[in-house]
């Protein structure tokens, strides 16, 4: 499988059309995000569900809960005043201004210029049929699908502090999600190994 970084790459400037649902305009918002799930997560899903019977780009993120494929290696987060997404968000769009009824959907960049005011993501249909860098404000993102991130590196070394120089306590296979609830100096604290990585093996 693909790291996010890695379909981040290879999907800029690509039309991706995963369902031929549109004769006239196959080459949706929804078809990328689908495309960047299957090739870094694995796994297939639909954006319809019993709430969202017509498969708006937006019921990802309002009927999360009807999506049970995503328990376990996403999460949803809310937009809030403060909030910049990361590299591999799916960012999600509410219906209305600027998106319509259906809403829309991209994977974010993480830019280090990336602020509260404005943010960057790979889109299509996003005005123009193929995958495209898009800076945008957060006039309507209701919020964000997070992936957990995932381990990069053949068997990783989990230490009881931010170091190389703190005693090896585990190890994480490669593939495996984590979920880091702090940062210090480059390294990621664990909860459910009770340790340190190092954050430059995680993606």
């Not at 309002?62 to 910049?84: M, Q």
Request: hydrophobic residues 30%; glycine residues 10%.
């Amino acid at each position: 499988m693909m790291t996010k970084t890695e379909w981040l790459k290879w999907a800029d400037g690509r039309s991706i059309d995963l369902d031929g649902v549109s004769k006239d305009n196959p080459y949706q918002c929804a078809d990328a995000v689908k495309s960047y799930v299957k090739k870094c997560y694995g796994f297939d899903f639909v954006f319809t569900s019993p709430s969202n019977p017509y498969g708006y780009a937006s019921g990802l993120y309002l009927y999360f809960d009807e999506h049970p494929e995503f328990k376990g290696k996403f999460i949803r987060i809310k937009n809030t005043p403060d909030f910049v997404p990361q590299k591999g968000d799916i960012v999600e769009w509410g219906a209305g201004d600027p998106c319509g009824k259906a809403g829309h959907t991209a994977v974010a960049l993480g830019k280090s210029t990336d602020t509260t005011k404005w943010f960057s993501s790979l889109d299509q249909n996003w005005k123009k049929p193929y995958c495209r860098k898009v800076l945008h404000r957060y006039t309507g993102v209701l919020g964000v699908i997070r992936p957990l991130l995932k381990v990069t590196t053949t068997d990783l070394n989990v230490r009881d502090g931010a170091g190389t120089n703190y005693k090896k306590i585990g190890e994480i296979p490669k593939g495996e999600l984590v979920k880091p609830s702090k940062y210090t100096d480059g390294w990621a604290y664990i909860p459910a190994y009770g340790g340190w990585v190092a954050g430059n093996y995680l993606d």
